[in-house]
């Protein structure tokens, strides 16, 4: 069998700020994370990857306990209203995932540090097979749009941070989350027939906690794909039953432009083999294969794509 097309899984998500001081406040002084590196990306090098319009783009990029994956990218856009934070029931990119070792404890130092929690933690349950695996999350509306839900899983898989750092309380990002009106085109896009993540389960399901933790009405059913790579972060796809449900946010999440999280980085081995397939699956070439910028890229192959259903995606080629 040929190699996938992805090299690990999520490489990182991209969050566009205008307020630095306060994200580096919530990541570095109280997660945990570290920056990684800084620079300037200039305005003309921003645009030929991210399209006509962006200006010089200052990039600061954060790691946990030296993770090179499941990272963040803050990208400080041009000042902008706040927009409103996503809900699960949104069309579009809805939030990023980390593990905490103690969600209760997480609510309540995150509470007292000035951090709002759309609600409090609750605990679900995904049937896989004949089981049901329990897992307890919780919405943090972090600064400038963005939302993290921190997981207590009830069986944590291996994390790059803790496995580098076991005492710390919280990993680099485990995954990312979207709410698709097309499932089967976005899971095919990217799973084993498409660029090569595996599937590790579609479910349907329903559950009293998971509408409690997502303000979702009564009864909703999520059908639910996780698509991983042999690194950490992995990418949710999800979809309600109910597509009479929330709001399509695609327009004001794109990288580079938007505040709040706006986009995906994932490292392939062929740039040009990932495009072509890219289109083959139904996505659009935004901005095709080219040098990248040297900061975040280090002048490495990148390009720009839409998913089928238009999520905002940057590939850069990892060759070697």
Known sequence: MAEPLIIGGVDAAFIGVNDLAAQLDLYVGQL???VAEEGVIPAAEAAALW???????PVTVLNAA??????LILLQVPQQEVPEHPLQADTGLVAINMYTRDIEVSHTTLAEAGQQWRTPPATWAVPLGDKLVSVTQGFLLAP???DIVFVEPAEARGTAAWDADPDRHYTELTSVVCHVPDFEAEAAFWGPEGLGLQSWYDVSFTHPGLDEMALLPAGSVMRLSFLAGPATAR?????????????????????GRHLGHTGWLFKVRNLEETLFRAEQLGGTLCTRNQAGPSVLFGEKSVAFVDTPNGLPVTFVEISG
């Open 144 to 146: 400038e749009g963005t």
């Open 66 to 71: 030296g993770a090179q994956h499941g990272r």
């Open 32 to 34: 945990g994370w570290e």
């Open 235 to 255: 990418l949710e796809v999800t979809r309600l039953e109910n597509r009479t449900l929330g709001t399509d946010r695609r327009a004001h999440q794109r990288t």
């Open 51 to 57: 399209g006509e319009g962006v200006g010089d783009l």
